[in-house]
């Protein structure tokens, strides 16, 4: 069909920009990066002396080498089947820190 009603990808397919169902291996690799340079801020400003309740509160969270791969990939969700969906379904994920879930999940 030709003009102004032809069928787009848009209007046939639903979103252009779908989220993949699982991390790429590349992915996760820049997640685990992520969270290995958090930890190495976290020490370095442990290091400086400063003390602060934010630098007490990010002390207490496991670092990435302690972390279960299920927690670093997965976080917990109780809409989706099995309680865990993936992290980057999670809106602005890259930006949050989402290293604690329930225990058990």
């Known amino acids: ?6 069928p787009t990808s848009v209007s ?5 920009w779908k989220v993949p169902w699982k991390l790429s291996p590349t992915r996760k690799a ?9 930890d190495a801020v976290i020490e370095a400003v442990r290091e400086s002396g400063i003390q602060c309740n934010a630098l007490d509160r990010a002390l207490q969270l496991p670092k990435e080498h302690e972390m279960h791969p299920r927690d670093k990939y997965t976080v917990f969700s109780p809409t989706s089947s099995g309680y865990r969906k ?14 604690v879930n329930p225990k058990g999940f």
């Open 12 to 16: 046939s397919g639903g979103l252009l």
């Open 86 to 99: 993936g992290i980057h379904k999670v809106p602005k994920w890259t930006r949050l820190t989402l290293r």
């Open 1 to 6: 069909m030709l003009g102004a009603f032809r």
């Open 30 to 38: 820049n997640a685990r990066a992520r969270l290995k340079r958090v």
